[in-house]
């Protein structure tokens, strides 16, 4: 997630994960996909400085600085929606396809929203989340969920030249994807006898609500922590 410097130096960068995904790691490296690769990845980049900002949510960011000749999809923190996903609304969200070992995207329903009580993955978090309908298995811990926004627009411009002046403006669409949330964790029958080969009848994902997320990125912390490089960036410019 890219967040604006609020003092007008351009950006700063957060790797988001789910936090039993790096609990009790040590030497963490993240690989970014190359898209002129046919998503073969860059080679590692060491990640540390991570932390855990809200007690008791399984969520986890570090800061991170792009390497040379790199390039990355972020999200910026405006985009990162405060509210929560409509029920029955359908979700996009990314993971790993593991005998590809590349990242695909794929689609789920809202199926229950805000629910208390909800067991997590590794059982020292406590959070509402939200459930989604959706093919879920282990290793979407930490993939990214956006919803999609249309609104109707009225536009005089750019319409095809065959629509006569007098019809104009025309109506049009406006599509805006919004972050929704971020897997934790998923329900599974995988242990269940009858269930052997099978990865999952349940298909049910955990998702954390993206109001979290925005939550982290705006602690007195992280602001404090901007606020500081900021000065380091005016520093180091060229003055005139």
């Not at 008791?56 to 929606?81: N, Q």
Request: with cysteine; proline share 10%.
């Amino acid at each position: 997630v890219r967040v604006p410097s609020e003092a007008g130096h351009g950006s700063y960068s957060y790797l988001i994960t789910a936090h039993h995904v790096i609990r009790n790691q040590v030497g963490i490296e993240v690989e970014v996909p190359n898209p002129s690769a046919n998503g073969a990845p860059y080679p590692p980049v060491p990640v540390g400085d991570w932390r855990q900002p809200l007690k008791g949510v399984d969520l986890a960011i570090a800061p991170y600085v792009e390497g040379d000749h790199r390039s990355h999809h972020a999200t910026w923190s405006e985009a990162i929606w405060p509210g929560h996903p409509d029920l029955g609304g359908r979700i996009y969200y990314i993971g790993m396809f593991e005998p590809l070992n590349r990242p695909i995207a794929r689609s789920g329903t809202v199926a229950a929203i805000e629910q208390e009580g909800i067991p997590h993955s590794g059982g020292a978090y406590d959070f509402p989340a939200h459930l989604v309908d959706c093919r879920s298995y282990r290793g979407f811990s930490g993939s990214p969920c956006s919803m999609e926004l249309v609104f109707a627009r009225l536009d005089g411009k750019e319409v095809p030249y065959w629509i006569p002046p007098e019809d104009l403006p025309v109506a049009g669409m406006n599509h805006y994807t919004l972050l929704c949330g971020m897997f934790t964790s998923h329900y599974t029958d995988e242990d269940s006898p009858e269930a052997e080969g099978v990865v999952s009848r349940y298909g049910v994902g955990v998702m954390l609500p993206s109001r979290f997320i925005l939550e982290a990125l705006m602690t007195d912390d992280a602001r404090n922590e901007r606020q500081q490089w900021d000065t380091e960036r005016a520093k180091a410019a060229p003055h005139p």
